[in-house]
């Protein structure tokens, strides 16, 4: 546990720590009355409001469309499911920058929904629901649905025998056993949303604005640390009482349920009312996730002189984005694939590391650790990137020149799914065989090597391609540390979206193509190791 906690306090809770004094503390002292000033002043309750209810809003919204979802995936059998659900989890792994650029190309000014019906939904809150329930989609239907795959349907068939109907045996009997799964989808969407950062950023517009997003401006714009720093002690407290309440969800869901193999709970869809659910589900999916990253598509190959590669060639040319970039935009998939690599080496590094350590100990202690691997997850990561910037500037951790900066931010998000993934399959790990292996006279290092590792090596490979795909889209501090001549993709997306012209728009759905393109790769590859169990808790 001594290289995680050493490595979650250096490039975690330090920055953080770093950016509340800073904004707090005088020569004359601690300036705590600067909190309450703060939480007063109109505009931040309005910003603390808005990001509550759009919150609960998202979460309500993408439970009532996703849970269908769920039982769709979790008890029909139908062609091409598994490239289905390859489709309904891109957007979960996908850049919340590009998660925007998406319902811009939809919903936008010269969108698709201008163009055909002349109504135009960005800098609307309908903007950030829909695109926050496209982000989450997956969320419930892993979540809930993975469990109602192993759910014992006799249980609920026993119920109608006696005498219930269909609707009160679902609700007396498979309810009940869903609830922590649901409660636990829930928290995960709240907490998204309530952090949520690119989506606000780019089709909120200034009318809207989440703590994330007030806390990037008050900062990068403003240069107000004193409220910035107020807000990031908000936030922490607000997503740390939200891990709390989920780390509960989660030993619920654990609790004993009567749970059989998925391949015996599906079936073909069977009467009209199945079907037209089924129908409903794919419609859906149709409209709410692959029209958004069709039009994405689509944009970027429209270009003034008709469709063609123009805004992809374009990519070559440091000068096209109007002195956007000091090199090609084309550079940053080179950047970004580099960055990731070494941030997906060093999460597995950390990560695994913790989650073996999670295995073999109990206790508050243990339980305090596991929460403070999530916190980066929820808390802003604008304000770690800009800690980084005032903290890691002198020896013998001058890294504010370094290259090495980025992926150390990008691997601070990666961690967590690296842990949640290994953990579930670690602690499936039989102790016998640990201790077969010491008996016959293994060390420790040799007896992980040839027992634990062989178990989790399909686990393993599914953490790195998480932690691959979530640090390949981080936005929220890299585009305060990635240096002007060396940019990641999100940030150049973000930089090209942030000035007019049609060339720098049609540049920014060619690069906003190109990521999804890689994390959609990304993503079928887990596919295709991810066995039919879940082998994590994402």
């Known amino acids: 546990m001594a290289v995680p906690l050493a490595f979650f306090g250096l490039f975690f809770a330090y920055p953080v720590a ?36 759009q919150a609960l809003a998202s979460t309500v919204l993408t439970l009532l469309i996703a849970l269908p979802g769920a039982y769709v995936f979790a008890r029909f059998e139908f062609p091409g499911k598994q490239l289905l659900r390859a489709v309904v989890t ?53 979540t809930v649905g993975g469990l109602w795959a192993q759910l014992d349907p006799r249980q609920e068939e ?36 309530f952090s949520s950062f690119g989506v606000v950023l780019i089709l909120g517009g200034p009318a809207y604005s989440t703590l994330e997003v007030e806390v990037y401006r008050q ?18 407290a607000a997503i740390g009482g939200i891990l709390a309440v989920h780390a509960r969800t989660v ?70 984005g109007g002195g956007t970039f000091l090199v090609a ?56 990137g800009f800690g980084f910037l005032i903290t890691l500037d002198e020896p013998p951790l001058d890294l504010r020149t370094s290259w090495i900066l980025v992926p150390l931010a990008q691997a601070l998000v990666g961690v967590p799914f690296v842990v949640r993934t290994m953990l579930p399959v670690l602690r499936a790990v039989d102790g016998r065989l640990r201790e077969a292996a010491a008996v016959l006279g293994a060390s420790p290092l040799r007896a992980w090597r040839e027992v634990d590792l062989p178990l989790v090596r399909r686990a393993l490979l599914i953490a790195a391609g ?48 190109i990521l999804m393109l890689v994390c959609a790769v990304s993503l079928l590859l887990l596919e295709r190791l991810r066995p039919d169990k879940t082998s994590g808790e994402f």
């Open 18 to 53: 770093a950016i509340v004094g800073r904004g707090l503390k005088t020569d004359e002292g601690w300036q705590f009355g600067r909190v309450g000033e703060v939480l007063t002043r109109p505009d931040i309750a309005d910003v603390l409001w808005f990001t509550t209810w």
């Open 90 to 142: 891109v957007p979960f792994v996908l850049p919340t920058v590009v998660v925007g650029t998406a319902f811009l190309a939809l919903l936008g000014r010269g969108g698709l929904m201008d163009e055909t019906v002349g109504v135009r939904l960005d800098t609307t809150v309908w903007a950030i629901l829909l695109a926050h329930v496209f982000f989450n989609y997956a969320v419930v239907v892993r």
């Open 158 to 193: 026993a119920a109608r025998v006696l005498g219930a109907g269909r609707f009160a045996a679902w609700r007396r009997v498979t309810l009940p056993a869903l609830a922590p799964s649901v409660a636990a989808a829930s928290l995960m969407v709240f907490l998204f949303t």
């Open 219 to 236: 900062t990068a714009q403003l240069l107000d640390l004193p409220t910035a720093a107020v807000l990031t002690m908000v936030q922490f």
């Open 251 to 320: 030993r619920r869901r654990e609790t004993a349920l009567r749970l059989v193999d998925p391949g015996r709970t599906t079936h073909r869809p069977r009467g009209w009312a199945q079907r037209t659910l089924l129908g409903a589900v794919l419609l859906t999916v149709a409209l709410l996730i692959v029209l958004p990253l069709g039009v994405l598509v689509e944009r970027s190959f429209d270009t003034p002189g008709g469709y063609g590669l123009g805004f992809y060639r374009a990519l070559q040319d440091a000068g096209a």
């Open 329 to 384: 935009p084309l550079e940053a998939i080179w950047n970004s694939l580099q960055y990731a690599l070494a941030a997906t080496a060093i999460a597995l590094f950390i990560g695994g590391l913790a989650a073996a350590a999670l295995t073999r100990r109990a206790g508050r202690f243990v339980r305090g650790f596991d929460a403070l691997l999530m916190l980066p997850l929820g808390v802003s990561a604008v304000t770690v």
């Open 466 to 513: 998480f932690a691959f795909a979530v640090s390949l889209g981080e936005f929220g501090a890299t585009v305060f540390i990635a240096r002007a001549d060396r940019p990641t993709l999100p940030v150049a997306v973000a930089r090209l979206l942030g000035r007019a012209g049609e060339m720098n728009y049609g540049q920014a759905m060619a690069l906003s193509t």
